[in-house]
């Protein structure tokens, strides 16, 4: 439960508006277990229908108690459960609308695991986009402008390797955070880089005649995958100064 600042003394109208607090107030309330949020976090949130401020003659922010509340379990659900806003959103409602719904499930949850899981799919193995479209809850608009910006790609049969469905929910999860496909670009492109510098080593291995080696070849792509992943994670934690799991 966050705990908000008491309120003036008074009473009728005079009282409530005591209560109501600045958007200032609330950055510090939340920080208290948000460390990360920023006004502009907050202001996202209020463009996205997830909290509705009262506003002042003069066009300032005014949260109540109940407000801040709210804004509280929607970065809660972020966190713990990796939920779209529009999914977050449409569950709130429901509750304050007095009906017995369920948190929505997506992907794995706590223990600092991505969402979703890393496919466990063998390798070559491929999806549908009717099926990538349901098992990762996106619509065909949504899909498409991802491939205009080359963050998903079919195969020339049309079909998606089975990391497709990964990438789509993640991307999907972070627009929940305000990040758009088009800022994702410089993920995309460092991936193909680090993906090509991985190539670049196990091509000759790739190339020989003795299947031995070939099949090392392909354990030492996994090996240096997973070694260039550790990297980039160590590196991002580095430059945000952030411990992440």
Excluded: C
Aim: overall charge neutral; aromatic content about 4%; glycine content about 8%.
């Amino acid at each position: 439960m966050l705990r908000t600042p008491s309120g003036g003394a008074g009473s009728g109208t005079t009282a409530a508006d005591n209560e109501l607090m600045s958007i200032g107030t609330v950055l510090n309330v939340l920080r208290e277990e948000f460390p990360e949020v920023t006004i502009s976090k907050i202001r996202f949130l209020e463009s996205e229908g997830l909290v509705e401020p009262r506003r002042t003659p003069s066009g300032y922010r005014k949260f109540s108690a109940e407000d801040v509340e709210r804004l509280g379990r929607v970065l809660r659900m972020q966190r713990d459960h990796y939920l779209p806003l529009k999914v977050i959103r449409e569950y709130l409602d429901a509750v304050e609308r007095g009906e017995a719904v369920q948190l929505p499930v997506l992907g794995r949850q706590r223990d600092g695991e991505p969402v979703p899981p890393p496919s466990e799919a063998p390798p070559g193995a491929r999806i549908g986009r009717a099926e990538l479209l349901a098992a990762a809850e996106i619509e065909e608009r949504e899909l498409a402008e991802w491939e205009s910006y080359g963050l998903l790609t079919p195969m020339e049969d049309g079909a998606y390797d089975a990391e497709a469905v990964t990438v789509a929910s993640l991307v999907r999860a972070l627009g929940g955070f305000g990040i758009e496909p088009r800022h994702l670009r410089l993920m995309k492109a460092a991936a193909d880089r680090e993906a090509g510098l991985v190539e670049q080593v196990v091509a000759p291995l790739r190339r020989h005649r003795n299947p031995q080696t070939r099949a090392h070849a392909e354990a030492r792509a996994k090996e240096l995958a997973a070694l260039t992943l550790k990297l980039h994670a160590a590196l991002v934690r580095s430059a945000l100064g952030v411990r992440l799991p």
